[in-house]
């Protein structure tokens, strides 16, 4: 589906933050689109999937993905969601929730933030009015009461890395779909190499080239954000350990600890908010 009436949601200096509410069904996908303003989309409940040229993001509810203006995205419903999606204003030559210019850089890449119990409530309450129907004064006020609060909560929120990087090579961007896809198909690179018609070592150097990664070291974070999506249904860790093709959640707790410094139990409840 295409994007919904973007343009009667614009954000401006008066109405700095704007927002739209929508509930789609799974696999619904919005085909891809950009804006001259700034976005961040957060799924209240379900998990959403956002997509940009150069990597993914799996959002459960309890984090929710930053977009900077003009960068084109796909956004994928990998559940039935309650997709709520914040337009922000950005004056020229500035970008992020109201930082100061020393701060700004972070904010001109996507990137995935911790959700409070406070900024979800904030976006729940702001008003998905579109601008072809009229606010009265008293809405006004306290949706820029508001816009504030959420500005406040986003600046102080903290960045979690639950994105994988994608190639522009169309081979190993083909061969890495099919791992996001379902990750447990094949253990190794070779029978992801065989899959694509290529050979390993040629895989192998792709990967090093396009993303600077090996190909384990990729695959573990489309496993953890594959993890994250589990948590997110209250699945057990045991059960999440199984999916992703484990054989015991010491195996599993392991690889979370090396990869995040942090057990699984404290990761993945972080993760289910």
């Given amino acids: 589906m ?20 929508r509930q789609l069904s799974a696999a619904t996908q919005v085909i891809p689109h950009s804006h001259a303003w700034a976005q961040m989309s ?47 204003h950005q004056p020229a030559g500035c970008c992020g929730p109201g930082v100061p210019p020393g701060e700004e850089e972070p904010w001109r ?24 129907v009229a606010l009265p004064a008293e809405a006004l006020r306290r949706e820029a009461l508001l816009s504030a609060l959420i500005l406040e909560e986003m600046r102080t929120a903290h960045a979690v890395r639950l994105g994988v990087d994608l ?17 447990t198909r094949h253990e190794t690179l070779d029978g992801w190499a065989r899959d694509t018609g290529a050979s390993p070592r040629t ?3 792709l990967f090093r080239q396009e993303l600077g990664s090996t190909f384990s070291q990729w695959r573990q974070q489309v496993i953890l954000a594959k993890a994250v999506a589990l948590a997110a249904g209250r699945r057990p860790i045991n ?23 942090m057990s699984p139990a404290r ?7």
Avoid at 46 to 71: D, F, K, M
Avoid at 267 to 273: E, I, T
């Fill in 239 to 261: 059960q999440i350990a199984a999916e992703l093709g484990y054989n015991s959640p010491s195996a599993f707790s392991a690889m979370v600890r090396r990869a995040v410094g």
């Fill in 167 to 183: 190639p522009r090579d169309k081979r190993l961007r083909a061969l890495c779909e099919a791992v996001l896809a379902d990750p």
């Fill in 203 to 205: 895989v192998a150097r």
């Fill in 2 to 21: 295409p994007a919904v009436t973007p343009h009667l949601f614009v954000p401006t200096g008066q109405r700095p933050v704007r927002a739209k509410a």
């Fill in 267 to 273: 990761f993945l409840g972080a993760q289910q908010g």
């Fill in 109 to 132: 890449r996507c990137r995935v933030l911790h959700v409070s119990e406070l900024l979800r409530a904030l976006v729940r309450e702001m008003p998905s009015v579109p601008d072809d």
């Fill in 42 to 88: 957060i799924s209240t409940t379900g998990v959403i999937r956002l997509s940009v040229p150069t990597g993914t993001y799996i959002v459960p509810p309890s984090r929710a993905v930053w977009i900077p203006p003009e960068v084109e995205h796909t956004v994928t419903m990998v559940e039935d969601a309650d997709l709520r999606t914040l337009y922000f």
